[in-house]
């Protein structure tokens, strides 16, 4: 990488000469860490150029430089930063600590902080054994046909999908292959006039959010439930109302009379992975007609089916327009792609795409049009069949594995996923017991964060298989067993 010549300043009141200056911005950039090894400095004209100095000012600067061994030289392309340069014995004290005299406490109107989420764990590959959710596995992406996709994608004849300011508008390809090709395997009909694209569904549930809440609007959500959505109602002002989920999921009979909202996920529970049976699904839909309520579906993991066909979604059975579903591909492609659709009656999704336009305009073209590419070429479906036979089987050496355990499973998607809703004995932590995995290889996610209750059950956790490799599975959940075994 080389290091632009646009970073240098000459300090007008330095005592000293200009090399002796710019010996020291150079020193003081490597012991900081800012300039790392290997990088190459501008080149002495470049620099004189800029700091409107004598070249061979910067040319003696830069060979006493290399005496002192912070920068090399080579003949032919200049300087670099030495791969033996010094390194200062506490690198963090060299950054001085910038003023700030704001009353940041008293300026900031809303507190955006403190909310429980789920860790992601950065460096999870780095762990022998990453029971974690929602990370693309390297194995099974195909890289090679996303490339190619996005390759096209970057084409003269796609200037235009990668170019322009969509406004509030969306990729025609992306929105009708939807339409046409994602929604009716959920049984669901809806013209591109009534899809909005999102940044992931995080974003579509914030904008369902900011639309249909306000202070003393009362929502009902289910409990264990996800921990994004309780932040986003946090920050509405809404009345929360959070419903206990049993092994069949949302019971429509504890929604509160005067309920406005309910947000569900009625095909994939989150976390239990239950599935909510139709018998109850209709109910949840009369009740709605009769008391005026609306209800935001997040029909996630759908794909995962490799045991059985899903249940059709509940915006299929809909016939009020009550019904606002939430759908995403950052969840079956991976995490870090964020795009996502909302899919509603016209005016909510008119004012949707109003509030999307003020907050972000739209999703980059360039990322719609590829996946427009990727869905339409069949490299989607391909990728999602062998997806479902890998965790076919990693979901039945994970069950075996589990057998005499003292772990108790209280949650399983009937039709596959790929997760466990695990619950341990009474009495163990599974915030310090995360912790204690983590210094043997081992990677689990606690389930303290997806209940609304400060002092929530402690005793559960979420064990995925999306990420890990069957052969490593028994192992895991053998270290797994024996630290509960251990506290217990």
Same mark, same amino acid.
Request: glycine share 6%.
């Given at each position: 990488m080389a290091i632009g010549e646009e970073t240098f300043f000459l300090d007008p009141s330095f005592q000293g000469t200009l090399q002796s200056q710019i010996q020291q911005i150079v020193a003081s950039a490597i012991l900081s860490g800012r300039f790392l090894p290997g990088e190459k400095m501008p080149s002495s004209r470049k620099l004189a150029a800029h700091l409107k100095i004598s070249r061979i000012t910067v040319t003696l600067a830069y060979n006493e430089l290399v005496a002192d061994d912070y920068l090399s030289a080579s003949n032919r392309s200049g300087f670099y930063v030495s791969k033996t340069a010094p390194v200062a014995p506490f690198p963090n004290r060299t950054v001085?600590?910038?003023?700030?005299?704001?009353?940041?406490?008293?300026?900031?109107?809303?507190?955006?902080?403190?909310?429980?989420?789920?860790?992601?764990?950065?460096?999870?590959?780095?762990?022998?054994?990453?029971?974690?959710?929602?990370?693309?596995?390297?194995?099974?992406?195909?890289?090679?046909?996303?490339?190619?996709?996005?390759?096209?994608?970057?084409?003269?004849?796609?200037?235009?999908?990668? %170019?322009?300011?969509?406004?509030?508008?969306?990729?025609?390809?992306? %929105?009708?292959?939807?339409?046409?090709? %994602?929604?009716?395997?959920?049984?669901?009909?809806?013209?591109?006039?009534?899809?909005?694209? %999102?940044?992931?569904?995080?974003?579509?549930?914030?904008?369902?959010?900011?639309?249909?809440?306000?202070k003393g609007r009362k929502v009902a959500f289910e409990d264990p439930g996800y921990p994004g959505l309780r932040d986003i109602l946090r920050h509405s002002g809404c009345l929360q109302h959070p419903i206990p989920v049993d092994s069949d999921g949302l019971p429509p009979d504890l929604l509160p009379l005067d309920t406005d909202v309910v947000f569900t996920t009625p095909s994939h529970q989150c976390p239990t992975t239950v599935t909510m049976p139709m018998e109850r699904r209709h109910e949840m839909l009369r009740l709605a007609r009769e008391r005026d309520f609306l209800i935001i579906e997040?029909?996630?993991?759908?794909?995962?089916?490799?045991?059985?066909?899903?249940?059709?979604?509940?915006?299929?059975?809909?016939?009020?327009?009550?019904?606002?579903?939430?759908?995403?591909?950052?969840?079956?492609?991976?995490?870090?792609?964020?795009?996502?659709?909302?899919?509603?009656?016209?005016?909510?999704?008119?004012?949707?795409?109003?509030?999307?336009?003020?907050?972000?305009?739209?999703?980059?073209?360039?990322i719609q049009r590829t996946t427009a590419y990727f869905l339409a070429r069949g490299h989607y479906d391909a990728m999602v069949k062998q997806m479902r036979n890998v965790f076919h089987q990693r979901r039945e050496v994970m069950t075996q594995a589990l057998v005499g355990s003292p772990l108790t499973v209280r949650g399983s998607a009937s039709f596959g996923g790929s997760s466990?809703?695990?619950?341990?004995?009474?009495?163990?932590?599974?915030?310090?017991?995360?912790?204690?995995?983590?210094?043997?290889?081992?990677?689990?996610?606690?389930?303290?964060?997806?209940?609304?209750?400060?002092?929530?059950?402690?005793?559960?956790?979420?064990?995925?298989?999306?990420?890990?490799?069957?052969?490593?599975?028994?192992e895991g959940v053998r270290r797994i067993s024996q630290a509960v075994s251990d506290w217990t």
């Open positions: 001085p600590e910038p003023k700030d005299n704001v009353d940041w406490g008293r300026v900031i109107q809303h507190d955006f902080t403190g909310a429980k989420l789920v860790d992601k764990q950065r460096n999870w590959r780095d762990y022998p054994y990453p029971f974690i959710y929602g990370q693309a596995d390297p194995d099974l992406f195909n890289q090679s046909s996303w490339r190619l996709c996005a390759h096209q994608a970057l084409g003269r004849k796609e200037f235009d999908s990668l %170019t322009s300011d969509y406004a509030e508008h969306d990729d025609s390809e992306l %929105t009708s292959f939807i339409a046409r090709h %994602t929604l009716p395997r959920r049984g669901i009909l809806a013209r591109p006039e009534q899809i909005l694209v %999102t940044v992931g569904a995080q974003n579509a549930l914030w904008i369902v959010a900011q639309i249909l809440l306000s997040d029909d996630y993991e759908f794909e995962m089916s490799f045991l059985k066909s899903t249940s059709p979604a509940l915006k299929s059975l809909d016939e009020d327009g009550r019904v606002i579903y939430v759908g995403s591909f950052s969840k079956s492609l991976f995490p870090g792609l964020r795009l996502g659709y909302l899919v509603g009656s016209e005016p909510f999704i008119r004012q949707a795409r109003a509030l999307r336009h003020a907050i972000l305009r739209h999703p980059p073209g360039h466990f809703w695990v619950k341990t004995p009474d009495g163990v932590d599974t915030e310090k017991l995360a912790e204690i995995l983590r210094g043997q290889g081992v990677l689990i996610e606690p389930g303290s964060p997806f209940f609304a209750a400060e002092d929530g059950p402690q005793n559960f956790f979420r064990l995925a298989y999306s990420s890990i490799a069957a052969k490593k599975i028994p």
